[in-house]
């Protein structure tokens, strides 16, 4: 028999995903607003602290499933349990900011652990391994979705390529669920990022559908509804989730999505979670001309019709 996640005081975990840019920084840190939870934020990046997952990550987007689980499942009962590796991450300090950053993980992982917190895990390089963490580690699924135009549009603007590789790279991956694609993937230019970042968006958000199909109980929010209406969209995100939604809570909702806040993350703080919600929805409007906007539409079409109706595709 499969070990199987010891029960978190009766309280499941909750992991936040979605695609990178796509508001999972901002739905994780509200969602800890109340002081019931812990944010633990992407330890499925490439980049990730040895001290928060003791498992390296060879790809962004890494496929977890039954059959590749045998250094992941220990690695996240560990860090599901807020135990931090002290000693893995001393060893990769490079610099101050490595040591800070440390520090910070290392009190995260202990007040977690002394206060019985609950734990978010935030990481949109998660998204294909949702049924993996529903499953195996009993978390509960909040998916994140955001207008295919405003996808492409941010990471045009970051000037954040996506390098197809770390999918085609994953056998079982791309058996499972992309194989269809890899000719659109390998056909891709390196510097192509709005195909990249259309091509991509499909894949994911194809896959979530067919993943709802067999797990109705994940919860899809679109980022838009949240810009639009934080307040309601969130108290009924807390109350699917079980956590409390307080008036403290609803005041630092209120603050990250103020109309006093930027209109849009300067490229250099492209993590900040407060921008004036509002503005920020329609940028891409603005940022992306007409024949560009049609190429998204066009490449996204058939996914992009479960989640936008034709209304919002228009830049007026």
């Known amino acids: 028999m499969k070990k199987q996640i010891p029960p978190l005081s009766n309280r499941h975990p909750i992991l936040v995903t979605g695609a990178h840019r796509s508001g999972t920084t901002w739905v994780g840190k509200m969602l800890t607003a109340g002081g ?3 944010y633990i934020s992407e330890p499925l990046n490439v980049l990730h602290r040895a001290g928060v997952l003791r498992v390296p990550v060879a790809q962004w987007y890494t496929y977890i499933c039954e059959k590749n689980e045998v250094e992941f499942f220990p690695a996240f009962l560990d860090l ?9 991450e001393a060893r990769s300090l490079h610099s101050r900011k490595d040591m800070l950053r440390m520090g910070r993980d290392f009190f995260i992982f202990l007040d977690g652990r002394l206060l019985n ?16 963490f529903a499953r195996r580690l ?7 979705v955001r207008h295919p135009a405003g996808f492409a549009s941010s990471l045009k603007r970051l000037n954040w390529p996506f390098d197809m590789r770390n999918l085609l790279e994953q056998p079982l991956l791309m058996r499972d669920w992309l194989e269809p694609f890899r000719e659109q993937m390998t056909a891709l230019a390196s510097d192509d990022i ?6 991509l968006w499909r894949m994911i958000y194809g896959t979530i559908s067919k993943y709802r199909e067999k797990h ?17 969209t969130y ?37 900040a979670v407060k921008l004036d919600s509002r503005t920020n929805l329609y940028n891409w409007k603005r940022r992306l001309s007409a024949p560009e906007i049609k190429r998204i539409r066009q490449m996204t079409a058939d996914v992009a019709a479960r989640y936008y109706s034709d209304e919002e595709w228009e830049r007026a």
């Not at 599901?80 to 893995?88: G, I, M, S, T, V």
């Not at 709005?194 to 091509?199: D, N, P, Y």
């Not at 307080?246 to 806040?261: A, D, G, H, W, Y």
């Open 138 to 144: 009993g978390c509960k699924i909040v998916i994140t």
């Open 235 to 271: 108290r009924s995100l807390y109350q699917v989730l079980g956590l409390k939604f307080t008036p403290r809570v609803q005041k630092i909702i209120l603050t990250s999505s103020s109309s006093e806040n930027p209109k849009e993350v300067s490229p250099s703080s492209a993590h």
């Open 194 to 199: 709005l195909g990249q970042a259309s091509l």
């Open 216 to 232: 109705p109980d994940f919860y899809i929010v679109r980022h838009e509804d949240l810009s639009l209406d934080p307040v309601t």
């Open 117 to 132: 917190r609950r734990p978010i895990i935030k990481d949109p390089f998660a998204v294909f391994s949702t049924p993996w």
């Open 80 to 88: 599901l349990a807020f135990h931090y590796h002290f000693l893995e």
């Open 36 to 38: 019931q939870a812990a």
